[in-house]
T-cell receptor, first 112, second 117 residues
């Protein structure tokens, strides 16, 4: 099935550092979403973006919807140990009940 | 709010048997539910989309006769893996969307780990 390209594939950082990851697509999406998944759990929604160019924050997390509608990035500032997990971007073609296309994931490891 | 549950959380079965997984939206009515499969260290792959009271729409390559989906009410969808084989072992995750406003999004259940011996 279709997947979005997400980079980097994995990151190993020290506590307190900032993190940046991005997601690109060859297709246009009307909604971009960022999820975090802990081992053995379902994904949890972090940030939802609905307009091209939109910049949205949720605590230490900031995400932007690319102007071309083909990319998005997620930044995490001042990382803490509980940020460990896998981060997935997801694109939605049309509207709220449309299916999600997931990115390949970024595995984040934070060392104290 | 927006809680989605799955049952069971894990199941082990013998090859050739059928397994049913339930997905429930606990505090909202879900017009649409989705079923995903996730293999170890991989991303989520959509299997099918189901709307209450109608037949599910399966993604290309997903056998509809093997993965039976029933969305009988606005709060319950079931996935039945028929005649399961070891290659069906995976993490199955559902999501649900209320679909009442433009900003409604999908909320995911905790997943069901299926192991077929």
């Amino acid at each position: 099935g279709q997947q979005l390209n997400q980079s980097p594939q994995s990151m190993f950082i020290q506590e307190g550092e900032d993190v940046s990851m991005n997601c690109t697509s060859s297709s246009i999406f009307n909604t971009w979403l960022w999820y975090k998944q802990d081992p053995g759990e379902g994904p949890v929604l972090l940030i939802a973006l609905y307009k091209a160019g939109e910049l949205t924050s949720n605590g230490r997390l900031t995400a932007q919807f690319g102007i071309t509608r083909k990319d998005s990035f997620l930044n995490i500032s001042a990382s803490i140990p509980s940020d460990v997990g896998i981060y997935f971007c997801a694109g939605q073609l049309r509207y709220n009940t449309d299916k999600l296309i997931f990115g390949t994931g970024t595995r984040l490891q934070v060392f104290p | 709010g927006a809680v989605v549950s799955q049952h069971p959380s894990w199941v082990i079965c013998k090859s050739g048997t059928s397994v049913k997984i339930e997905c429930r939206s606990l505090d909202f009515q879900a017009t649409t539910m989705f079923w995903y499969r996730q293999f170890p260290k991989q991303s989520l792959m959509l299997m099918a989309t189901s709307n209450e009271g109608s037949k599910a729409t399966y993604e290309q390559g997903v056998e509809k006769d093997k993965f039976l989906i029933n969305h009988a009410s606005l709060t319950l969808s079931t996935l039945t893996v028929t005649s399961a084989h070891p290659e069906d072992s995976s993490f199955y995750i559902c999501s649900a969307s209320a679909g009442t406003t433009i900003t409604d999004t999908q909320y995911f259940g905790p997943g069901t780990r299926l192991t077929v011996l």
